[in-house]
């Protein structure tokens, strides 16, 4: 397997593995890890998708319930069994099919193992290197696992990360020649590796230091603004030579990440200039962009103490823009699902209750949009007053929200109100009460859970 960087994927998977670092950030890792592995599922020659996917799994596993582990242990021989044979039939496949049980519990060596066997076979080492790390983190006494771990670190152009390991491994056997002799090779290793850049007396000048760090940042992704500067200097630098649409894309998200939203916006229409065909997503790009500059502009005007009127009309500018770019795109797409989902939830913001419900009833129809279509129904039925069709579209929500995340915390939330409505109030006081076992300040639930007590006592059930 041939691996692969961000700029080799779809825009979706950096998007993703954005929204995924900015969760994680929050300490949201479980979320996170939802979010990560269906696109390392699908994206198995992305290296740095598994990197991220198995540290926010270890700092979610960190206050993982301890019967949690056991389960997830207990069962995982007759995975591990399921998936070596798999490895013989299809080893990616077999690599994708450790992702769900790992993401509920990372620390099960056995499925940590099989996944590094799969990643082997698939001539995938970031998949067996980033796995075996893990039993290193939770079992770091395992030797056999350390000798492990070092060779798959090495066959992942890790050679020095892999010679520590084996440092650590020759300090407990001085006497083994043969363990001195692996030691040996891998210094070597790690020396034609590194390229001695590290060395005090390394010839390699500012230039070369330079450009490693820009492979290290189009590898990744971009995290702040001071290394936003280093790839717009790479990429103004390359356009001075080559235009090219790739690059002036890459330069767009530059801008965003530095915040400079005029420039991005800039560089994002002459993109769409040079490619001359509709593309949606570039089209919602250069919206993102504007919508940023003029958020920026209304923040300006209020620092240095505006009229009321001039940043009431600088906003009403600001959504008169983004509705048009909303109906416009819903327009020239009318098949796209995605673009009549976001038409559908403006106008929910806007109040048009009636028209969002028409809207999302063809978007429900859709996978992918299906649970978040329901769930907006239903709120549009509370707001219009019909408790009674508001709950079945609601509880269809909840049914199909496996996780307790912020979305099925959402759909119960609304649920309960429904519930409320139609005289329901045990069923709503399970609702919030289910929300509070999850998060227990969320919104106003203990303000609604002390109205449908009867019995204060009873409230703590």
């Not at 995924?20 to 300490?27: D, E, P, R, S, Y």
């Not at 593309?279 to 009229?307: C, F, H, R």
């Not at 609702?431 to 106003?444: G, L, P, S, V």
Request: glycine share 4%; proline share 3%.
């Amino acid at each position: 397997m041939e691996r692969k960087t961000f700029s080799q994927v779809q825009i979706y998977v950096r998007e993703t593995y954005n929204r995924a670092a900015k969760l994680a950030a929050g300490g949201n890792y479980e979320e996170a890890v939802e979010l990560l592995v269906p696109v390392v599922k699908a994206n198995p020659a992305v290296p740095i998708l598994f990197e991220k996917l198995r540290e926010y799994e270890v700092a979610k596993c960190r206050s993982c319930n301890p019967l949690v582990k056991l389960f997830w242990n207990l069962i995982s021989p007759a995975t591990f069994i399921f998936i070596k044979i798999m490895s013989l039939i299809d080893s990616q496949k077999a690599m994708a099919l450790c992702e769900g049980p790992l993401s509920f519990c990372v620390d099960q060596p056995l499925l940590l193992s099989a996944l590094a066997d799969a990643s082997e076979a698939s001539a995938a080492p970031w998949g067996a290197a980033t796995a075996l790390n893990v039993i290193r983190i939770f079992h770091p006494n395992n030797e056999g696992n350390l000798r492990r771990l070092a060779v798959a670190m090495q066959n992942n152009n890790q050679a020095v990360e892999g010679l520590k390991i084996f440092r650590i491994l020759a300090k407990k056997y001085p006497n083994n020649l043969a363990m001195q002799n692996e030691l040996r090779a891998a210094m070597a290793l790690s020396s034609i590796e590194a390229g001695k850049w590290e060395d005090k007396g390394s010839t390699q000048d500012k230039t070369d230091l330079k450009d490693a760090l820009i492979n290290q940042l189009l590898q990744g992704t971009i995290h702040d603004a001071e290394q936003a500067q280093i790839l717009i200097d790479k990429f103004q630098s390359d356009l001075a030579t080559t235009d090219s649409v790739d690059l002036r894309r890459k330069l767009a998200d530059a801008y965003m990440i530095k915040e400079d939203f005029e420039a991005a916006y800039k560089e994002y229409c002459l993109v769409a200039e040079k490619l001359g065909i509709a593309d949606p997503v570039l089209d919602k790009q250069i919206e993102k962009a504007k919508l940023a500059q003029m958020d920026k502009e209304i923040t300006t005007l209020e620092a240095n103490g505006a009229s009321a009127e001039e940043i009431a009309a600088a906003r009403a500018q600001r959504e008169a823009y983004h509705e048009e770019q909303v109906v416009s795109r819903a327009s020239r797409y009318p098949n796209d699902l995605q673009l009549q989902f976001d038409l559908a939830e403006l106008r929910f913001e806007q109040g048009a209750y009636e028209e969002a419900q028409t809207l999302f009833g063809p978007v429900s129809e859709n996978p992918q949009k299906r649970r978040a279509s329901l769930v907006y129904l239903g709120r549009c039925a509370l707001k219009l007053g019909d408790t009674a069709a508001a709950e079945p579209l609601l509880a269809e929500a909840v049914k199909e929200m496996y996780r307790m995340d912020k979305y099925r915390r959402e759909a119960l939330y609304y649920l309960a109100i429904a519930y409320e409505g139609n005289g329901k109030k045990a069923e709503a006081l399970d609702c919030y009460k289910t929300i509070r076992a999850n998060m227990e300040n969320y919104r106003d639930i203990a303000v609604r859970i002390a109205a449908l007590t009867e019995d204060p006592a009873q409230e703590q059930k």
